[in-house]
């Protein structure tokens, strides 16, 4: 089972401890919110593209009304099952960092939440997603951001000047900030306010 497959089930299983109406990180988004998002972005090609282009986002809005009204138990399944048949191949590229971000959009949720320890190989994974990904999400710093990792590994994000912060921690606590998440565990260094500026940034993609 891919790690994709592996984050599915594990947030499938988050939502349906946490309930349909639980909170998430993604803004006003309930658990029941996320599950309907999910299946409309896999499985209603003529709505997702709303989720990236503004111009089709109130399309998008009626359809995901509509999946979200559908039981909730329906809701989970859906998600469980996976995307239709022909997605099936591109499964772990398309969906490796939407489960994974998305089963901590859940899991921290709440307070007292605590970062997972991640196998080597599933961190190895996120690292190579992070590399590309971080150049977009930290496009509109002012500052130079750096990201690194306990085991020594470093990329530049974003090359700004002679300010610097530097990102440290895991590639998952590191790939979630980039997604724009702030409840993570990572180490900033820098001046106060240039850290203040990064966390702050729009870091959508």
């Known amino acids: 089972m891919s790690m994709a497959q592996r984050e599915r089930q594990a947030l499938v299983q988050a939502m349906a401890e946490a309930g349909p109406d639980a909170p998430t990180l993604c803004g006003e988004w309930t658990t ?33 009304a509509k999946v979200v009204q559908r ?52 961190e190895d994974r996120l690292w190579k997603v992070l590399t590309g990904l971080a150049r977009m999400a930290y496009r509109k710093s002012p500052v130079t951001v750096a990201l690194t990792t306990p085991d020594g590994r470093r990329t530049v994000a974003h090359q700004a000047g002679d300010r610097t912060v530097v990102l440290a921690g895991p590639p998952s606590e590191l790939l979630l900030h980039a997604f724009g998440r702030n409840e993570v565990r990572l180490e900033a260094t820098g001046a106060p306010d240039d850290v203040a500026l990064v966390h702050a940034l729009d870091r959508s993609v």
């Open 71 to 122: 039981p909730f138990a329906e809701l989970l399944d859906q998600v469980r099952s996976g995307p239709p048949l022909l997605l099936r191949p591109v499964d772990s590229l398309m969906n490796l960092t939407e489960m994974f971000v998305h089963h901590e959009d859940v899991r921290r949720g709440v307070p007292g939440w605590e970062p997972r320890i991640l196998p080597p190989a599933d």
């Open 32 to 64: 029941r919110d996320l599950a309907a998002h999910l299946i409309v972005r896999e499985r209603r090609p003529d709505a997702a593209p709303g989720i990236m282009l503004k111009p089709f986002a109130p399309y998008l809005d009626r359809v995901q």
